[in-house]
């Protein structure tokens, strides 16, 4: 099995700022629109004061926005990837049975800006939007997915599957340890150097209890097998963000 650490969501590369947290409750923000074939507005998710805020007015409720991840109301996850980080996600397998574990950047609350996990999807399929039947891509398009609207790229790919946004913004989702910058991690026990893709430099593994994530990048890959600590690890996961 492969856990996929994916970095989505506002930074201060893509939005020019943090998802908020608000309630109590991680909100993430999908990046603005940059191919011109989203047809969603922040206002259409009920985001555009969020998003406002979030981007210093560079972006609102008019502004069109990549929503993707998309979670459905029935449990689902619908998530697209192109370019080199699809071709990087091919290259290490990543497939049915694996699971994405998505996390961005927030901040709010009395919280300074850190990265925390913000929902997963455990892929049951996996679409391949250049091959696919027409009505297959249709149905996806028909529900707004931008992937599915237009392609991005050759090796277009939808991963779908179970998959939920956080209820709360659980101390048990935050990577960033406290009191530290953005990408100092408070790293899981059983993941160890070796084991995630883009970070093999031993520096990043140098300081006990910690990972030096790096500074960009969307999908990182731990293949972990049978390995009972990092399933242990994901199950924990699973539930905070069910149950907060």
Not at 81 to 95: F, M, R
Not at 216 to 228: D, H, I, L, S
């Amino acid at each position: 099995m492969k856990i996929v650490f994916s970095r989505k969501g506002f930074d201060s590369g893509s939005g020019g700022g943090s998802s908020p947290i608000v309630d109590g409750r991680p909100i993430s923000l999908p990046i603005p629109d940059t191919k011109g074939i989203a047809r969603t507005t922040y206002g259409d998710l009920g985001l555009g004061e969020l998003a406002d805020s979030a981007s210093r007015g560079a972006y609102d409720a008019d502004s069109l926005c990549h929503h993707d991840p998309m979670f459905t109301d029935d449990g689902r996850c619908i998530f697209g990837q192109v370019g080199a980080a699809q071709t990087h996600l091919t290259n290490h397998g990543v497939g049915r049975g694996d699971v994405f574990v998505f996390f961005g950047r927030f901040e709010g609350e009395g919280q300074a800006a850190h990265h925390r996990i913000f929902g997963y999807l455990e892929v049951e399929q996996v679409i391949d939007l250049a091959r696919c039947d027409d009505a297959v891509r249709a149905q996806y398009a028909a529900l707004g997915h931008p992937h599915a609207l237009g392609m991005h790229g050759t090796n277009d790919t939808l991963y779908v599957g179970p998959g939920r946004m956080a209820a709360r913004a659980s101390d048990a989702l935050r990577l960033t340890a406290p009191g530290e910058v953005l990408s100092r991690w408070e790293r899981p026990k059983w993941l160890r150097h070796g084991d995630l893709s883009y970070h093999d430099a031993e520096w990043r593994w140098a300081e006990p209890g910690r990972l030096i994530a790096v500074s960009r990048g969307q999908e990182f890959v731990a293949n972990v097998g049978r390995r009972k600590a990092p399933r242990e690890w994901l199950a924990s996961v699973v539930e905070a963000i069910h149950f907060g």
